[in-house]
């Protein structure tokens, strides 16, 4: 049982418009929440993260936006540039592990 | 290197070999963690070490599976008798250590392990 999930396996858009990424997780107890980006035949990287006592976190062109009451979280990159195109994971903690979402393909277009 | 180190990058081997992936973290890291990714599917967390120790195992998928940190640094993930299921890639990250799952977590690029 997934307990944090991305429903969109990938989303495409235009440069210079917004990317929403879109994550949905089914434990109240997680309190921290964090999204990597990965390229292919690399390890994930850090991109931000966002405490359940905010509803909002930015930074650059990434924000992340968390809906405590719907469990959701979205990131939000604006302007969307190609050297965006990548696998991008929602994370949650607690518990002892860190807990990924399957993943969504962003890729933006020229 | 500064960053978190795996080796080999690609493993291929036979069924029923016993495979052993190595993970050197950033230095200074005392939080350490194995993931894989199959095929299509997410990451999947398997097991961490805080220092030397690892409080939770119970990510390892079978008892096929071992990891062990010396020195609170370098980890081995060793996979006895593999199966073709095993095949995926294998990701190390460490952290800094205290709040460790709060930190964010600095990945290496994997070992790709192929199961023939």
């Known amino acids: 049982d997934q307990q944090v999930k991305q429903n969109s396996p990938s989303l495409s858009v235009q440069e210079g418009r917004i990317s929403i990424l879109n994550c949905d997780y089914t434990?109240?107890?997680?309190?921290?929440f964090l999204w990597y980006k990965k390229y292919p035949a690399e390890g994930p990287t850090f991109l931000i993260s966002?405490?359940?006592?905010?509803d909002k976190n930015e930074d650059g062109r990434f924000t992340v936006f968390l809906n405590k009451s719907a469990k959701h979280l979205s990131l939000h990159i604006v302007p969307s540039q190609p050297g965006d195109s990548a696998v991008y994971f929602c994370?949650?903690?607690?518990?002892?592990?860190?807990?990924f979402g399957g993943g969504t393909r962003l890729m933006v277009k020229p | 290197g500064a960053g978190v180190s795996q080796s080999p990058s690609n493993k291929v081997t036979e069924k029923g070999k016993d495979v052993e992936l190595r993970c050197d973290p950033i230095?200074?890291?005392?939080?350490l963690y194995w993931y894989r990714q199959s095929l299509g599917q997410g990451l999947e967390f398997l097991i961490y070490?805080?220092?030397?120790?690892?409080?939770?195992k119970s990510g390892l998928p079978s008892d096929r599976f071992s990891a062990e940190r010396t020195g609170g640094s370098v980890s081995t993930l060793t996979i006895q008798r593999t199966q073709q299921e095993d095949s995926a890639v294998y990701l190390c990250?460490?952290?800094?250590?205290?709040?460790?799952?709060?930190?964010?977590?600095?990945f290496g690029d994997g070992t790709r392990l192929s199961i023939l």
């Open positions: 990250a460490s952290s800094l250590g205290g709040q460790g799952w709060y930190q964010p977590q600095h």
């Open positions: 434990n109240s107890m997680f309190d921290y």
């Open positions: 966002i405490s359940s006592i905010k």
């Open positions: 994370a949650a903690i607690p518990g002892n592990m860190l807990t």
């Open positions: 230095s200074g890291h005392t939080a």
């Open positions: 070490f805080q220092g030397n120790s690892a409080p939770d």
